[in-house]
């Protein structure tokens, strides 16, 4: 099944803008591995048809609403690595020895 069918996994609003996220697991050196793809779009009202469209087309008032949801999915999915790495990674033990 394609992105494009499925509901996403997570979705950020700010305005019109909309941050779509999907995760995906996929085999990476023997291991399975969650990797996160996005889609940003904005909807609007199409007034030749009277319907809703989405676009990947922003004015300049729009673009703090896209730093917004780009900035929160990109929280997001960092928590989640982190959160993944810090599983299948040990942390090094501190020393009294100075650097």
């Given at each position: 099944m394609s992105q494009e069918s499925r509901k996403p996994d997570r979705e950020f609003?700010?305005?019109?803008?909309?941050?779509?996220?999907?995760?995906?697991e996929i085999e990476r050196d023997?291991?399975?591995?969650?990797?996160?793809?996005?889609?940003?779009?904005?909807t609007y009202r199409d007034g030749s048809s009277d319907g809703w469209k989405a676009t990947d087309y922003y004015y300049p008032s729009e673009l703090s609403d896209?730093?917004?949801v780009t900035r929160h999915a990109?929280?997001?999915?960092?928590?989640r690595e982190g959160a993944q790495n810090d599983v299948e990674e040990p942390v090094?033990?501190?020393t009294d020895t100075p650097a």
């Open positions: 609003r700010a305005g019109r803008v909309a941050a779509s996220l999907w995760r995906t023997g291991q399975t591995v969650l990797q996160w793809s996005t889609k940003i779009k904005k896209l730093l917004i990109l929280d997001f999915i960092r928590l090094a033990e501190a």
